[in-house]
T-cell receptor, first 116, second 113 residues
Framework: AQKITQTQPGMFVQEKEAVTLDCTYD???????LFWYKQPSSGEMIFLIY??????QNATEGRYSLNFQKARKSANLVISASQLGDSAMYFC?????????????FGSGTKLNVKP | EAQVTQNPRYLITVTGKKLTVTCSQN?????MSWYRQDPGLGLRQIYY???????DKGDVPEGYKVSRKEKRNFPLILESPSPNQTSLYFC????????????FGQGTRLTVV
């Protein structure tokens, strides 16, 4: 089974509107971390936001928030007031312990296009 | 400035010609990893290292080698590259703590013809 599933290969959003990028994960661990990264067309990977499995409140970083629903194993990224510069690929990732190593798993990504 | 440095950024090579992609981090991180990114597949881990002289296979290790002789460096070696290794490669480093993010290099776009 896939560890991280992103079911939206591509999405469009109008500038200034909010958008939600979906992410579900699969783990039997109690302790894990969830991350979102942005990859603009230039290619670099930019860390956006982190949510710990024990965190009771949803993480927020500026216009980014993570809608964490533990029972549903979902960690959706919400971008408020979209800007043209938000057009990029977005990756959801989970970090969990595998033997003695804390391994990252990445989803296949969602390409977001912000329309003016 | 905390960073992971990969070189080269772009590389075109021919089938069978050995190549090395270098990776260096200045954050004293224990963990380093190599990933390849292919359309529709996301990032897949090639190899990882938990410390100096400790490396292990990731999800797609065939055709690659790594070494970790110093904490800061983690080169990726393709002994005999093939066209199916054409991809975007990322080196990443992280601390050993579960709640910390991975820091990525700028990426290396490799084309094998």
């Amino acid at each position: 089974a896939q560890k991280i599933t992103q079911t939206q290969p591509g999405m469009f959003v109008q500038e200034k509107e909010a958008v939600t990028l979906d992410c579900t994960y699969d783990t039997s661990d109690q302790s894990y971390g969830l991350f979102w990264y942005k990859q603009p067309s230039s290619g670099e990977m930019i860390f956006l936001i982190y949510q710990g499995s024990y965190d009771e409140q949803n993480a927020t970083e500026g216009r980014y928030s993570l809608n964490f629903q533990k029972a549903r194993k979902s960690a959706n990224l919400v971008i408020s007031a979209s800007q043209l510069g938000d057009s990029a690929m977005y990756f959801c990732a989970m970090r969990e312990s595998v033997y003695n190593f804390n391994k990252f798993y990445f989803g296949s990504g969602t390409k977001l296009n912000v329309k003016p | 400035e905390a960073q992971v440095t990969q070189n080269p950024r772009y590389l075109i090579t021919v089938t069978g010609k050995k190549l090395t992609v270098t990776c260096s981090q200045n954050m004293n991180h224990e963990y380093m990893s190599w990933y390849r990114q292919d359309p529709g597949l996301g990032l897949r881990q090639i190899y990882y290292s938990m410390n100096v002289e400790v490396t292990d296979k990731g999800d797609v290790p065939e055709g690659y080698k790594v070494s970790r002789k110093e904490k800061r460096n983690f080169p990726l070696i393709l002994e005999s590259p093939s066209p199916n290794q054409t991809s975007l490669y990322f080196c990443a480093s992280s601390s050993e703590f579960l709640n910390t993010e991975a820091f990525f290099g700028q990426g290396t776009r490799l084309t094998v013809v």
